[in-house]
């Protein structure tokens, strides 16, 4: 467990506090690009990190990002005229282009000699695998853009749902990175089977193993941690293991181990200290869903099971609309979609853990590793040096990957993909 002012570090990003400034030292991935699809469109409110933006495409393409609210009597730009490459204020018409020039001021005379002199906050912005991504440190120059692990290249197709979820960051992705509870929570959708590797189809998810209790073994690296989760496979069980290797690239993602269809990533992006956006990706592989596709087989289409906002229908109001009559008939949880799940227990935690007071057992390995890392991480951005994965030695994301399959007991997991002799079994 932590002690309460190392949860604080962890879990708070509001206002300068060390995770957020963290955080603010990264490319922040601050909406979808379907969002702000449309040149001359609606522009949108952005909530990253405990502060608020507006995005706009404005007519001739180009994405801006700005502060939230117009510097001359701050009303809000969510709800001004997207117009001839500006953003315009509804209050007085001061309009700002993507840069956050002023280029127009209808309330002021043509003599005034604030004309061509007020530039609002704006921030560098870069598309990349469906996402908006932003540069929202005002203290530093932003670096090249750094391609995510999940886009090793234009072509890779990419499929992201999006759910605002009333938790911290922190507890969702502590989520990601246990692989204990997949075989407990997923149990109905992750089905043990006798195959080669982790499968999927249209109905479920496929393991070969039965196992429930993962040994757990960790390794730091200079962009977060990964680690493997050791079963017993269903074959060769006295001679093989099945290894689970997750990736966690701080402060953002995940690499879950991919199935024999697609890549699996999460990306969770603190909206406040208590409201995160979390984004759950297929990606690559020989057969990866469609957007639509990855939506429905989740239960988490835009539309049906999340509002316009992206706030899930399921609520603790509703009970998360758990149905119990089919948990009567053998469905572990009552509740559709691994997302949903994992959901049901973020969202029943309360709003932001205290982990002084939880009781974590040997299963809880990676868990301990990420609460010691980025707690460790936020109290050297305190003290002022770099974020961690800033600096050099910077491994390039896409060239980390998470793996799975069975293998020998003799293979060490951390050698897996880079030694030619650590194969999977046939």
């Not at 759910?163 to 959708?189: V, Y």
């Not at 730091?220 to 093989?240: E, L, M, Q």
Request: hydrophobic letters at 35%; aromatic letters at 8%; proline letters at 6%.
């Amino acid at each position: 467990m932590l002690t309460r002012e190392e949860n604080d570090l962890l879990t708070i990003v509001e206002g300068d506090a060390p995770m957020g400034t963290l955080m603010r030292q990264h490319w922040v991935p601050v909406c979808l690009s379907e969002e702000v699809a449309e040149p001359d469109g609606t522009p949108i409110l952005i909530e990253a990190i405990g502060r608020r933006y507006v995005c706009f495409r404005d007519t001739d393409g180009r994405l801006g990002l700005l502060d939230e609210l117009c510097p001359h009597r701050k009303a809000s730009l969510v709800f001004g005229r997207n117009e001839e490459c500006g953003l315009r204020c509804l209050y007085h018409g001061w309009k700002f282009d993507v840069e956050g020039n002023c280029v127009s001021m209808a309330s002021e005379p043509e003599e005034s000699p604030m004309h061509g002199t007020v530039k609002h906050r704006s921030y560098p912005v870069h598309e990349c695998a469906g996402f908006v991504w932003a540069w929202l440190d005002t203290e530093r120059e932003a670096p090249e853009f750094d391609r995510p692990a999940f886009s090793p290249d234009d072509e890779t197709m990419v499929s992201i749902l999006k759910i605002r979820i009333p938790a911290n960051w922190a507890q969702i992705t502590e989520g990601q990175i246990d692989s204990a509870h997949s075989s407990s929570l997923h149990s109905s959708d992750m089905v043990p089977a006798r195959v080669q590797g982790a499968a999927a189809d249209d109905a479920s998810w496929y393991r070969p193993s039965t196992d429930k209790s993962p040994r757990m073994q960790t390794e730091r690296t200079s962009y977060g941690f990964h680690y493997a989760a050791i079963r017993k496979p269903i074959k060769k069980a006295a001679t093989h293991n099945y290894l689970r290797i997750t990736e966690f690239i701080a402060p953002f993602t995940s690499l879950i181990p991919p199935n024999s269809s697609y890549n699996v990533a999460t990306v969770i992006v603190p909206i406040d200290d208590e409201t995160s956006h979390f984004h759950f990706i297929a990606w690559g592989g020989k057969q990866c869903p469609t957007t639509e596709q990855w939506r429905k087989f989740n239960h988490a289409q835009k539309g049906i099971d999340v509002d316009d906002r992206w706030v899930p229908k399921r609520c603790m109001e509703n009970n998360f609309l758990q149905d119990r009559q089919a948990m009567k008939l053998g469905n572990f949880t009552g509740v559709e979609g691994i997302p949903n799940q994992d959901l049901v227990m973020w969202v029943s935690m309360g709003p932001r853990v205290d982990r002084s007071t939880d009781l974590l057992g040997s299963s809880d390995i990676a868990i301990v590793e990420f609460r010691r890392l980025m707690s460790e991480a936020a109290r050297d951005v305190a003290d002022g040096k770099p974020a961690i994965g800033t600096v050099d030695p910077r491994v390039p994301q896409v060239t980390i990957s998470s793996k799975e399959g069975v293998y020998s007991k003799e293979d060490d997991w951390r050698s897996i993909g880079l030694d030619d002799n650590a194969t999977a079994a046939e």
